[in-house]
């Protein structure tokens, strides 16, 4: 079993910036591609970005060129920095690990106008 954790979610105004962490434990074998998902209410599970064992990423359109992706392999943690938000960016924030299909219990980002 993997267990991640999210963190850093919080209210900020349009055009500020946030800081996701997710922490995975357990039995972690081997480094996998790890993506972060977001659920706006009424709307589906949607990809915002993602990222390979070796640094590749992909990023939602709605994303592109304001949020970045990245890992500490060494610490097991995932990050998403967010910038320039916006008030529909908010939605609960899930971090995701492709290889056994693990889901934390997602960090709430709440955007105000």
Sequence with gaps: QVQLVESGGGL?????????????????????????????PGKQRELVADITPGGTTTYADSVKGRFTISRDNAKNTLYLQMNSLKPEDTAVNYCYRYRGGYWGQGTQVTVSS
Excluded: E, F, T
Excluded at 24 to 37: D, H, N, T
């Design 12 to 40: 900020v105004q349009a055009g500020g910036s946030l800081r996701l962490s997710c922490a995975a434990s357990g039995s972690i074998s081997s480094i996998a591609a790890m993506g972060w998902y977001r659920q706006a």
